[in-house]
């Protein structure tokens, strides 16, 4: 894309991020300003998709009816709908929930009359501690195998690896999920089926941590009582592992292929041309360059992993954000499914930018 | 991404895409093509014949000698046993190939006509129409497929629904998951292309602008496009499947859907009821398996640094591009390269 097609068009700058021309050295500056304009960056993304959710929400008519309809008189509902402002104009109302929104107030649901945020501190950690589960049981399977893969490239072991990665994609994580509840709970019996923690851990969690942090293993880790943190422990294997084999499939293959791409640099080849060993050209040569691309897609990630853990944390009953969202859409509260859904956006834009700004101050080529 | 020494023209005429891919793949690679393709035959040959292959229907609950009963394990009865609900698992898993085909199909129709029409006329105009569709798509792009499937069947369908509504529903929910993807590349592409010296020469000829978009940019633009087209159906797949996994399926009655039988079939796991879960469940990963192992050799048999050589393993011999304007955009990582490609 390096061709310029100024004077084609006549048309100055028609390709905004592929202006390599005006690349010049000054003198720190670029990092500083790349931050700051991938900062901005964030704020059109959330508007539009606040704005697209909003709206196609309402195509369907207020949340009221949707979740009452039916339940209550015509009267009742219309009370109920006038009570609430749903009978104003949608440009009103739309304003009104920008207004909202700024004063961070995602709403209130429905059915349990609870402000989103609160829901938000309530199962967010869940998922959180999901979600970090996850992505450890990804990086420990995936890389290994991924380098191991390039080692053994075009060879049998490369191919059953391949076929492995390419399982984990195509496995939804509530069949993996089920598959390892048939295996290891119905089956072996070695590992609960559902849920956080066993009701008696809970229990000792809430009675005996001063100030719960929402993460299971911390407060398990704070009661100081090994059978918790192991209780705990058993619990979290079973979804973090459904979910890890789903991103696993991914870091497997991005590793591999990006080991096999460094692995024909002349760099490499220099090297092996001075007599390194082919392992040490391996492991310290290709693979450390290929790590690079890795820490991009852990942000990448951060959306899959999102809207897997709403079908992981439904199939174990894990009781986090995508369990509540799920229990809203089973009760037809949009009001909350919105919220979630607007609050999920903002977390996924915000994560997408500290990963591209850790990218970039690891890798300067991807300043521009 | 360098373009610069790639002539464009001279492009000999090829075969079926897939076919041709076919006679290049050596070894390893033609095996998993070969596979993948296998894979799709078999699930498309199941879709076809539908109605032969079930031994009842997919809402069937009684025959001739009395109702099926529930949760029956697998007999010559009934071969994959009874869901909870009653039905046949056989047949639902065989019918529900018909509701995937069609999912698929819409889904992907829909997306690259869209994608594509857009993706030409951002990347050809370029300006503000230009900047504002970047945006939106690398919003749309940036956010959980799965929420943004809810929020659309939500729209869409309101959550319950018979089988087309339901079909159209799943389908246009991955629509717009979809679009950006198709736009973000034909973008690229023709934003590259409209570059090249033969636009310009058409231009000087006096080419309108919609006959240099789909004479000239549309099909050098459009190599891509099989790959992509692959990698979406089988997301299309998994995305119909968590959205029925969520109850917002196809009513029972009106549709076999695989993912909607899961979450029936969720509370079984715990009592030891293997055959109402795994079957579909397998069906899923069967057919994800088959359209990714094809699109995956595609996807290899372009790159060159990824396609084994038919000659002795050269190792890396230089960059022999056999596919013109270098390396496919969707360069190292493989699946996840595309989404990277910005």
Redesign the interface.
Same mark, same amino acid.
């Given at each position: 894309?390096?061709?310029? #097609?100024t004077e084609?068009?006549g048309?100055p700058a028609?390709?905004?991020?592929?202006a390599p021309p005006t690349r010049r050295r000054r003198g720190g500056g670029g990092l500083g300003s790349y931050i700051a304009v991938r900062f901005l960056l964030i704020f059109?993304? %959330?508007f %539009?998709?606040v704005t #697209? @959710?909003f709206f /196609?929400?309402r195509?369907?008519g207020d949340p009221i009816t949707?979740a009452l309809g039916g339940r209550l008189g015509p009267e009742e509902l219309a009370e109920r709908v006038a009570a609430a402002g749903y009978d104003r104009p949608l440009l009103t109302q739309y304003v009104e929930y920008l207004g909202q929104l700024i004063r961070l107030d995602f709403g209130t649901t429905l059915s349990t009359n609870q402000p989103v945020t609160e829901v938000l501190a309530d199962f967010g950690t869940a998922t959180l501690e999901l979600a970090v589960y996850a992505l450890v049981v990804a990086l420990l399977i995936g890389i290994p195998l991924g380098r191991f893969a390039a080692y053994a490239r075009?060879r049998w072991p490369?191919?059953v690896l $391949?076929?492995f990665a %390419?399982?984990c994609?195509?496995?939804?994580v509530?069949?993996a999920g089920?598959?390892l509840?048939?295996i290891f *709970? #119905? +089956?072996l019996g070695w590992l609960p089926?559902?849920g956080r923690a066993s009701t008696r851990s809970e229990i000792l969690i809430q009675t005996s941590v001063d100030n719960p942090t929402g993460i299971y293993l911390i407060d398990a880790i704070k009661t100081g009582n090994g059978e918790v943190v192991r209780d705990v422990l058993e619990h979290a294997v079973l979804p973090a592992v459904a979910l890890g084999l789903l991103t696993a499939g991914?870091f497997l293959? /991005?590793v591999? *292929?990006?080991v %096999? +791409?460094t /692995? +024909?640099m002349g760099y490499v080849e220099a090297a092996r041309s001075r007599g390194v060993s082919e392992r040490r050209l391996l492991r310290k040569h290709a693979y450390r360059p290929a790590l690079i691309?890795i820490i991009? !897609?852990i942000g =990448?990630q951060v959306?899959?992993l999102?809207? +897997?853990a709403? =079908?992981t944390e439904? *199939?174990f009953e894990w009781r986090g954000l995508g369990f509540q969202? #799920?229990e809203y859409? &089973?009760a $037809?509260d949009?009001v909350a @499914? &919105?919220g979630l859904?607007v609050l =999920?956006?903002v977390v !996924?834009?915000v994560t997408?930018f500290v990963v591209d700004v850790i990218a970039a101050l690891i890798d300067p080529r991807v300043r521009y | 991404m360098s373009t610069a020494t790639t002539p464009p023209t001279a492009r000999p005429r090829r075969g079926l895409p897939v076919v041709r891919q076919l006679k290049q793949a050596v070894g390893l690679q033609r095996g998993m093509l070969v596979a993948g393709l296998v894979l799709t035959g078999v699930f498309l040959l199941t879709a076809a014949l539908a109605d032969l292959l079930a031994p009842y229907g997919y809402n069937q609950l009684r025959d001739a000698d009395g109702p099926f009963g529930a949760q029956q394990s697998p007999s010559g009865e009934h071969w994959l046993g009874t869901t909870v609900g009653g039905y046949d698992v056989l047949s639902r898993v065989i019918y529900g190939t018909r509701t995937a085909l069609a999912v698929i199909v819409v889904a992907i129709v829909l997306s690259i006509f869209i994608g594509v029409l857009l993706g030409l006329l951002s990347g050809y105009f370029g300006g503000w129409l230009d900047r504002v569709l970047v945006v939106i798509a690398d919003a749309v792009y940036a956010f959980p497929t799965l929420l943004l499937a809810i929020v659309m069947a939500i729209v869409i369908s309101g959550g319950q629904s018979g089988l087309w509504s339901g079909i159209f529903a799943a389908a246009i929910s991955i629509t717009v998951i979809y679009i950006p993807q198709y736009f973000r590349v034909i973008r690229a592409e023709t934003v590259r292309i409209k570059a090249e010296a033969y636009v310009e020469s058409a231009k000087v000829i006096g080419a309108s602008h919609w006959r240099i978009m789909t004479r000239h940019v549309l099909r050098n633009a459009t190599r891509t496009l099989p790959l992509i087209l692959t990698l979406n159906a089988s997301e299309a797949i998994l995305t119909l499947a968590g959205l029925g996994f969520l109850g917002f399926g196809i009513e029972p009655t009106s549709g076999a859907e695989w993912g909607f039988d899961l979450n029936r079939a969720l509370s079984d796991v715990t009592s030891g009821i293997w055959w109402t879960s795994i079957f579909p469940g397998v069906a899923i990963v069967w057919v994800v398996l088959g359209l990714t192992l094809v699109g995956e050799s595609l996807n290899d048999l372009a790159d060159p640094r990824l396609r084994s050589r038919r000659a002795a393993d050269a190792g890396e011999t230089g960059e022999v591009t056999v596919v013109p304007g270098g390396p496919l955009g969707a360069g190292p990582g493989g699946l996840a390269g595309i989404e990277e490609t910005r």
């Open positions: 894309m390096t061709t310029t #097609s084609l068009t048309e028609a390709v905004p991020e592929a059109p993304t %959330i %539009i998709l #697209s @959710v /196609l929400m195509t369907t949707a075009d490369d191919a $391949r076929v %390419i399982l994609y195509a496995t939804p509530f069949f089920m598959i509840k048939l *709970t #119905s +089956g089926a559902n991914v293959r /991005l591999r *292929t990006n %096999i +791409g /692995l +024909g691309p991009t !897609v =990448l959306a899959l999102l809207g +897997g709403v =079908l439904t *199939t969202l #799920s859409l &089973q $037809r949009f @499914v &919105q859904v =999920l956006a !996924v834009a997408n | -």
